[in-house]
């Protein structure tokens, strides 16, 4: 709510009693209030840098703004505070029985100890974030949970074969995306083995040109025509070991895009980058690179998978406050690239040691969607723990 300061009447100081009216007004500053205040019209007021420590009864506080007001020990019994917009308030301590709070809006307050008709808002909130996931973040729900396996070099075609007939049985209506990102001679097993199935097949990179002397490369068309879907880029085992670029990531980026494909794309700080505090610079440079020339309704195709290298493979995986912290650096970077709407529709994974002891509270956070998966996808009951743990974050 925009403050009009027009329609704003400065009330300082004065006394607030029974029956007190403020309708349409402000009140700031106001230093007396009784202890308890009954039948009041507070209607629509705006109460900036107030200390508001009293109980409100049977008060018309709908619609009110309170910004940087100190609400902490305040109550509010048998009112009316629907359609209200909290801004920096200290609600810790406040108490709200039997009142009208129906489309109120909290924003940077502090809820320790507060309790709605006894209950504590710390304890409503956990019960309902357990139990009611589907509706408790919006955000996260708007975009879809992806697990993506990526098997590295690993697995024969028989190989393949038996693990994803495995991971079949146990994968039937997951409630997230499933990728299996297989080397490139299961491709065309993995794509028969799992027709008809939620499972969908990635390939692990893919050349920028279309077709050509690049002796070893697979061209994005290629990929294509097999009825591969997703690819794997910019890897940091690609980064490290064959010599892949910002610039390159970049170019296979857009080459996958145009022909059809989902690319998986990778960042992620090298060990030392984080410990020279540097870890927000070097994922935003890989960002703006790597997406270069990509549109925003070419962004929204893509997954980003943050994998901080040190985790790779390693056994040390970021705490899911690290990966949260990133995860959500990343979705600003992308809000300022293309607006909050593209940002807030790409699935953005974490990737680094994710296993089925640590998935669930890494998929936990509110900019996790989703999970990049080395070592943990080639055991399909490790891999499977997993998607039913991003099912339930
Ligand atoms: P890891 O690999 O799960 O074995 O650490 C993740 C990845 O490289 O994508």
Request: glycine content about 8%; hydrophobic content about 40%; charged content about 25%.
């Amino acid at each position: 709510m925009e403050l009009n300061k027009e329609k704003i009447t400065l009330i300082a100081d004065c006394e607030v009693t029974d029956k007190s009216k403020t309708a349409g007004g402000a009140v700031v500053r106001t230093s007396k209030f009784c202890a308890d205040i009954s039948e009041c019209d507070f209607e629509g007021s705006c109460f900036v840098q107030t200390n508001l420590c009293a109980t409100f009864k049977c008060s018309d506080m709908s619609g009110d703004y309170f910004e940087e007001v100190d609400l902490s020990g305040a109550g509010f019994e048998r009112s009316d505070v629907s359609g209200a917009e909290f801004n920096e308030v200290n609600l810790s301590g406040a108490a709200i029985i039997d009142s009208d709070m129906s489309g109120i809006e909290i924003s940077g307050c502090k809820l320790d100890g507060m309790t709605i008709d006894g209950f504590n808002v710390r304890e409503l909130i956990e019960f309902y974030k357990k139990n009611h996931k589907e509706n408790f973040d919006m955000k996260k729900n708007v975009r879809k949970a992806v697990i993506a396996g990526n098997w590295k070099m690993n697995k024969t075609r028989p190989e393949a074969k038996a693990l994803l007939e495995e991971l079949k049985g146990k994968v039937s209506d997951p409630g997230c995306e499933v990728i299996a990102c297989v080397p490139f001679t299961n491709l065309e097993t993995a794509i028969e083995a799992t027709k008809g199935t939620p499972i969908k097949v990635g390939a692990q990179n893919c050349h920028f040109e279309k077709s050509g002397a690049f002796t070893g490369e697979i061209s994005a068309d290629m990929l294509v025509e097999m009825g591969v879907e997703y690819v794997v880029l910019g890897h940091s085992e690609r980064r490290q070991y064959f010599g892949e670029t910002d610039e390159t990531v970049n170019k296979r980026t857009r080459a996958a895009l145009a022909a059809g494909l989902k690319p998986i794309v990778c960042v992620g700080e090298l060990l030392w980058e984080r410990e020279c505090n540097i870890t927000e610079e070097v994922i935003a440079r890989q960002i703006k690179l790597d997406f270069y020339a990509v549109s925003a309704e070419e962004l929204k195709k893509c997954i980003i998978a943050y994998e901080p290298v040190w985790a790779i493979g390693t056994g040390k995986t970021a705490t899911a406050d690290q990966a949260e912290e990133v995860c959500a650096f990343i979705r600003a970077t992308l809000a300022k690239l293309y607006g909050a709407d593209a940002a807030e529709a790409v699935t953005i994974q974490y990737g680094g040691s994710m296993n089925a002891g640590n998935a669930e509270e890494l998929l936990s956070k509110v900019n996790v969607d989703g999970g990049l998966i080395g070592g943990a996808s080639l055991k399909a009951a490790d891999f499977n723990t997993i998607i039913e743990a991003a099912t339930k974050g």
